[in-house]
C-alpha cells in the first residue's frame, strides 16, 4: 500500500481555477482531503481499484464548492486507457429548489446522452441522483471528460455539488 498520510492537503498557488488530485491505485478505502480557503471552486479527484472482476475501475469526481451555476467544461480529466464508461452519481448538500439540476458529461467535448432527457439529475428538493450511461459509451487512452451543469434550482439553485464518473478497464 502507498504511504500517504492522514489527511491529504492541497496547496494552491492561485493560478489555476482547477485543481486536480491524483490518489495512487493502492490507497485505503477512506481518505480525508482538505480544501485550502479561496481553492477553486471545482475540485477533480481521481482514483482507480480492481474491481470484482478484475479489471480496474477508474473513477473521477467533480467537486463544485458553494452555489452551484450553469457551467460547462470543468474539470477535465484524461483517461489512461480503454474503458467502457459505467455510471455517473450525484450528490448535493443544499439541494435545488423550484427546477432540477441537471448536469452533462462530455467526452472530448461532445455528451455522451444522445437523449438529453437521460442526463443525470437531482430532482428539486432531493439530494442525489445515480445513471448508467447509454450502452457501450467507450473512451479510449487520451480522451478528455469534462462534467456541465445544464441546469440549476430556479428558486434556490443548490449548493456543494459532486459528481462521480464511473468507468470499468476494457
Do not use: C, H
Not at 490518489?23 to 475540485?43: M, N
Not at 473513477?59 to 452555489?67: H, V
Not at 459505467?86 to 461532445?110: E, F, H, K, W, Y
Request: charged fraction near 15%; glycine fraction near 8%; aromatic fraction near 4%.
Amino acid at each position: 500500500m502507498t504511504d500517504l498520510p492522514d489527511v491529504i492537503v492541497i496547496t494552491d498557488d492561485q493560478s489555476s481555477s482547477v485543481i486536480t488530485v491524483e490518489v495512487p491505485s493502492d490507497t485505503p478505502d477512506v481518505i480525508t482531503v482538505e480544501i485550502p480557503t479561496g481553492a477553486p471552486d471545482v475540485i477533480t479527484i481521481d482514483t482507480g481499484w480492481q474491481g470484482p472482476t478484475g479489471k480496474t475501475i477508474e473513477t473521477a469526481s467533480w467537486t463544485y464548492m458553494g452555489t452551484i451555476t450553469v457551467r460547462t467544461g470543468d474539470g477535465a480529466w484524461v483517461y489512461p486507457g480503454d474503458y467502457l464508461l459505467r455510471t455517473v452519481q450525484l450528490s448535493i448538500a443544499s439541494p435545488p429548489v423550484g427546477a432540477d439540476v441537471i448536469v452533462d458529461v462530455n467526452v472530448n467535448g461532445m455528451s455522451v446522452f444522445a437523449d438529453q432527457s437521460q442526463r443525470p439529475r437531482i430532482v428539486a428538493g432531493s439530494n442525489t441522483d445515480l445513471v448508467d450511461f447509454p450502452a457501450n459509451t467507450a473512451v479510449g487512452l487520451n480522451d478528455i471528460i469534462t462534467v456541465d451543469i445544464d441546469q440549476v434550482g430556479s428558486v434556490s439553485p443548490g449548493s456543494t455539488l459532486v459528481a462521480i464518473v464511473r468507468a470499468e478497464e476494457v
